[in-house]
């Protein structure tokens, strides 16, 4: 079985290849606003990186967000053409899973964040769990401020990870109980998706692609400001 892991939530685009061997090709790209250009490159290098045809691939995985709006746009709609054109199934997981899961050995409370703009934050918490991490809240959205109180709340140690957190460093440097972690935990990946996606692979979650969903959590921003125009 081989899976195609694509990822387009933030500003990272990344596309991974694996499957019983584990991933055995990963490649990822940071150009801001260039998710549709720098997508379908990167699943060719990825493929041949593999040395795997298209044609091999047997499911199809994506990002379901939360995250940016395009950038899911782009992502999903390439994914699920991709499964229709090679009449594969699809798995979705959601962004924040993907950025808590490789902190999944850590003992602590683990938060995931990422930026949502708009002074706002995509967060949910994890613990570890026997064979990885269970999510112990829902997605939700949300100011800086707020996570704060949350964690402060909470009384636990914490592991904080996401460009979200690191956006907002200066909201959070102050708790003692809370550590930041760098750039390399600071956008969800492929790689990570191909291994949550393998999983769920081995138990047949699968999904069609026409009932595959996004999680947006928000209106895109475009239709906010629409609205706020209209409004006034």
Not at 33 to 44: K, N
Not at 166 to 183: P, Q, S
Request: aromatic residues 6%.
């Amino acid at each position: 079985m081989l899976i195609l892991g694509i990822d387009t939530a933030t500003t990272q685009v990344s596309v991974a290849v694996g499957g019983h061997e584990g991933v055995l090709a990963a490649v990822q790209s940071s150009k801001p606003r260039r998710h549709a250009e720098s997508l379908a490159p990167a699943i060719e290098f990825a493929c041949q990186q593999a040395r795997v045809e298209l044609r091999e691939i047997s499911v199809v995985a994506v990002d379901l967000g939360p995250g940016l709006f395009t950038g899911l746009r782009v992502g999903i709609a390439t994914a699920k053409a991709m499964a229709h054109a090679l009449r594969v199934p699809m798995i979705g997981v959601p962004s924040l899973d993907l950025l808590a899961f490789p902190a999944r050995f850590s003992n602590r409370l683990i938060v995931a964040a990422i930026d949502a703009r708009r002074g706002e934050l995509f967060s949910a918490t994890y613990r570890q769990v026997p064979g990885g991490l269970q999510r112990l809240s829902d997605h939700t959205i949300g100011t800086p401020e707020d996570l704060a109180s949350e964690l402060i709340a909470t009384g636990e140690e914490c592991l904080l990870v996401g460009d979200g957190a690191l956006r907002y460093r200066e909201v959070f440097d102050g708790l003692t109980k809370v550590e930041l972690v760098g750039g390399e935990l600071a956008a969800p990946s492929a790689t990570s998706l191909v291994m949550l996606a393998h999983a769920q692979a081995l138990r047949e979650q699968f999904v069609k692609p026409w009932d595959l969903q996004p999680l947006y959590l928000r209106k895109p921003d475009a239709e906010i400001n629409w609205s706020t125009r209209h409004g006034r």
